[in-house]
């Protein structure tokens, strides 16, 4: 009998170790606050939507499910600031389709993949970007004089800046752009790093430079090209 009870007790022990450790395994334990519907998704929908939704240039990014395979991936691709394609170094230049991330948004990317990648309460999840308006390059209406700048360059009349693109890029990919105004202020205007050709766009400043006559564009190396887009 007490041979007996003691087998009906190892058995038990170990059937409830086996339950145990299959509903262990059939859920996945996070170690971050961070979530898709509260954090991420604001991310994606803020710097990759414009590529990355349903008909768009690349595949959707734009629910929790399209996105969690994809994970690992898009915490690489954007800690080597691979995605979202920019080129431009942040804070040389302000413009205003920057879709450049942050170096804050780069740490809640990493920790929400890291922490098991939790999706939230979708309640808290951001509005739908209207993809009709939203260009992920920008776009000038018509067509804007144009300025090509080599080595040094003086303006000679006052001029109002709109934009600037790399149209020639070194071997080594990095371009950098200033202004010098005739006071001797220095206005940063594009700063290129591993450049991607292809990712060859125009950057649009949040507000159109303005420069008086005599004001000086510097563009090194000598042999890069920028094209400034006047108004």
């Not at 389709?97 to 993949?113: A, F, K, P, R, T």
């Not at 309640?123 to 144009?146: I, K, L, Q, V, W």
């Amino acid at each position: 009998m007490i041979l007996a009870m003691r087998r009906w007790i190892i058995t038990i022990s170990a059937v409830a170790c086996l339950s145990s450790t299959l509903w262990l395994g059939a859920h996945t334990f996070y170690t971050t606050k961070i979530t898709w519907s509260r954090d991420v998704s604001r991310i994606v929908y803020r710097n990759c939507s414009s590529c990355h939704h349903p008909g768009g240039s690349s595949f959707s990014l734009m629910t929790y499910k399209e996105a969690r395979p994809w994970a690992e991936s898009i915490k690489h691709q954007v800690l080597e600031r691979r995605m979202p394609p920019w080129n431009a170094v942040k804070g040389f230049g302000d413009f205003a389709n920057d879709h450049g991330l942050s170096q804050e948004d780069l740490e809640i990317v990493g920790e929400w993949v890291e922490g098991g990648c939790p999706e939230g309460d979708p309640a808290y999840m951001p509005s739908t970007p209207d993809f009709s308006t939203m260009a992920a390059g920008g776009s000038m209406n018509g067509r804007a004089p144009e300025l090509a700048v080599s080595g040094k360059a003086i303006i000679k009349h006052a001029v109002v800046v709109a934009g600037i693109g790399p149209r020639q890029v070194p071997e080594g990919g990095e371009l950098q752009a200033i202004a010098i105004e005739p006071n001797g202020t220095v206005v940063p205007l594009l700063w290129v790093e591993n450049f991607n050709p292809d990712w060859r766009q125009t950057y649009y400043f949040r507000e159109p430079l303005r420069f008086p006559a005599g004001t000086r564009v510097e563009v090194s190396p000598r042999s890069g090209i920028v094209l400034l887009h006047l108004k």
